[in-house]
């Protein structure tokens, strides 16, 4: 696979006023492959736009190396920016004067786009992420969630071959963040050769969208990886949780009987316990209901427990995500 | 450079489409307020020249003056201050990021303005000739209009060439600007020759080009003009080629101030 963007050892430095200079980014090294949706995940104060600027030519790095579509960010600027957009979240942008549409057109106009083929391609995005009908809306009368389905548009509109996300689904309800990502993945399955690179601070958002996730914190790469290799890195064994009837004598009998480890929970208000399981292998897991059917005991729910990025990222850190955006 | 061209034109036109469409779209209110206060001013000054006797000629040199006030205003705080709007308002960002130059769309915008202040100037030039009943003389039109479009362009250069000081500068340039705003009026003659200030005084107030387009358009419009600075053909080589200058200082000016902006994190990024 060609790669869209290769980083290597990138250090960025933030010269400050009355304070020592700070690393936010701190000898960082991975490759985005073309047609991946890849995420950085972080949380806050991370260094993700800090490396999201750098990419999309807004930042010179401090330090290393990096090439965007095969161009130096340094010396091939413009071909950098011919085939790249980036859109923020929660970001404003615009005048309050044009309308959607005549907003759009601006935008479009800045990479050179003839009037008649922008105007197709507004149209054609617009009514993907269904503000069609608000097209000749004010701007400055939109709503938050409305501004940020724009923003997208306005960065899908150019064709760009790598695209930028920071935080695209920020302040977004749930649903308005469900369209965004279904927007993403509509647009990269659609033709070949495109590249997402997004930022997000959200666990699940880049465990869902993603192909490959870089996890950084303090400015530093912790791990880069699919996010199923990330999960299944952190632990090699299965887990597993049963709720079976109350039943006082549960306990002892299966301890002995059972290759892995068990912890029982009981609930005699709800009548119910709850079994944890910790296998080393996926097909202990037949032995184990087979015995409970030999007890005669029915099994209420089932369910396979599949670590989380958090459990990841504990893992790795030693912190609580949220720890580390409280610091 | 087809390819070149052809953005720079479509940026510029973008970008000018706004200013366009803006002034349609404010309130009338608005193009009120500014044309009377526009003609109020003006009207301060004829009355003077009037009341202590002055050749009549004074009052179509105000008038001319009057004519050119709004298109000093709009570079001043239309295009100087323009860049740090739209830094302001999270577009400066998205410029930059793009293919197209920032030249283009600090061009687009000036076009835009030059727009905006030609309909406040005209109102503002009939209402003076009709109530104040002044005779221009027009001998030769095209000159005169080739005259004006040159003290226009060296002027909006000023305003582009500043527009990358705003920038950078921010808010302690704003307050430079709104002090400078008055004196700067007044120093460029926009309601009296810059002769009266003798040679040296007149040279330094001809670096702002709106003090030698006004000279040279009141040689051209006014009949016997004799308080004129230098003559209008040596005024207009020296527009052009501050019109040239200037435009340079700005272009290299806006890359500048990118360089700058990508190793220091500045400008582009808002509240910083
Ligand atoms: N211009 C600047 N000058 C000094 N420090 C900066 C500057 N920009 C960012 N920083 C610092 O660099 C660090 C990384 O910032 P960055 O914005 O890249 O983080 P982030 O991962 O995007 O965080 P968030 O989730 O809050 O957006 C932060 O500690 C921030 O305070
Ligand atoms: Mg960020």
Redesign the pocket.
């Known amino acids: 696979m060609d790669k869209a963007i290769e980083v290597r050892n990138l250090k960025r430095v933030?010269r400050?006023l009355r304070e020592p200079p700070?690393v936010?980014v701190d000898n960082m090294n991975f490759d985005v492959y073309e047609g991946e949706i890849f995420g950085l995940l972080?949380?806050?104060?991370?260094?993700?736009?800090?490396?999201i600027k750098i990419l999309s030519t807004l930042l010179y790095p401090t330090e290393g190396f990096v090439r965007v579509g095969g161009f130096d960010v340094y010396r091939d600027v413009e071909s950098i920016r011919s085939i790249i957009n980036l859109v923020t979240g929660g970001e404003v942008a615009g005048y309050g004067i044009l309308t959607v549409k005549e907003s759009l057109w601006m935008f479009s106009q800045f990479y050179g786009i003839e009037t008649k083929e922008a105007l197709r391609r507004i149209e054609k995005y617009l009514k993907i992420v269904d503000m069609w009908d608000s097209r000749d809306t004010f701007l400055n009368k939109l709503s938050t969630g409305m501004v940020q389905r724009i923003n997208l548009v306005r960065g899908l509109i150019t064709d760009p071959k790598i695209l930028f996300l920071d935080?695209p689904t920020l302040g977004l309800d749930v649903e308005g963040g469900r369209i965004v990502r279904e927007i993403i993945k509509t647009w990269i399955g659609e033709r070949e050769g495109r590249t997402v690179l997004l930022?997000t601070?959200y666990m699940a958002e880049a465990d869902e969208l993603c192909d490959r996730i870089a996890i950084i914190n303090r400015?530093k790469l912790v791990a880069c990886d699919t996010p199923e290799n990330l999960k299944a890195s952190i632990s090699q064994d299965k887990y597993f949780e049963i709720t079976v009837p109350y039943s006082k004598d549960l306990r002892e009998e299966f301890l002995t009987n059972i290759n892995g480890k068990v912890s029982i929970r009981d609930f005699p208000e709800n009548g119910e316990s709850l079994i944890s399981l910790s296998l080393g292998e996926d097909k202990e897991i037949a032995n184990f209901i087979t015995i409970l059917t030999q007890r005669g005991l029915e099994i209420k729910t089932f369910r396979k427990v599949e670590p989380t990025l958090e459990d990841v990222f504990i893992k790795l850190v030693g912190r609580k995500f949220e720890d580390e955006e409280a610091r | 450079m087809k390819k070149h061209v052809e953005l720079f034109v479509r940026t510029a036109i973008a970008r000018g489409y706004v200013r366009v469409k803006g002034q349609f779209t404010r309130d009338v209110n608005w193009l009120i307020a500014s044309v009377v206060g526009g003609f109020l001013t003006m009207a301060t000054y004829v009355y003077l020249y009037r009341s202590i006797q002055a050749p009549e000629e004074f009052s179509a040199m105000v008038l001319i003056g009057g004519f050119m006030t709004p298109y000093w205003l709009n570079v001043l705080w239309s295009v100087a201050v323009q860049l740090y709007w739209e830094k302001e308002m999270g577009n400066l960002q998205i410029i930059i990021l793009s293919p197209a130059p920032l030249s283009a769309f600090l061009l687009g915008l000036t076009i835009g303005g030059m727009f905006q202040s030609t309909i406040r100037a005209v109102i503002i030039l009939l209402i003076g000739i009709f109530v104040f009943k002044v005779s221009l003389v027009i001998y030769n039109i095209w000159v005169v209009v080739v005259v004006f479009l040159i003290s226009l362009c060296a002027l909006y250069g000023v305003g582009m060439m500043f527009s990358s000081l705003f920038l950078f500068y921010g808010r302690e340039m704003w307050r430079v600007a709104s002090i400078a705003q008055e004196p700067v009026s007044i120093a460029s003659g926009i309601y009296f020759p810059i002769k009266l200030f003798g040679r040296v005084a007149a040279s330094v107030v001809s670096l702002i080009p709106l003090s030698l387009g006004l000279d040279a358009l009141r040689q051209l419009l006014l009949k016997d003009y004799e308080l004129y600075f230098l003559n209008w053909k040596v005024e207009v080589l020296i527009l052009v080629v501050m019109w040239v200058v200037f435009t340079f200082i700005a272009i290299r000016l806006l890359n500048y101030v990118e360089q700058i902006a990508k190793r220091e994190?500045r400008l582009t990024?808002r509240w910083?």
Do not use: C, D, S
């Not at chain 1, 972080?42 to 490396?51: D, F």
């Open positions: 933030y400050r700070f936010a972080g949380p806050n104060g991370a260094g993700k736009t800090t490396v935080e930022t601070h400015g | 994190a990024l910083q």
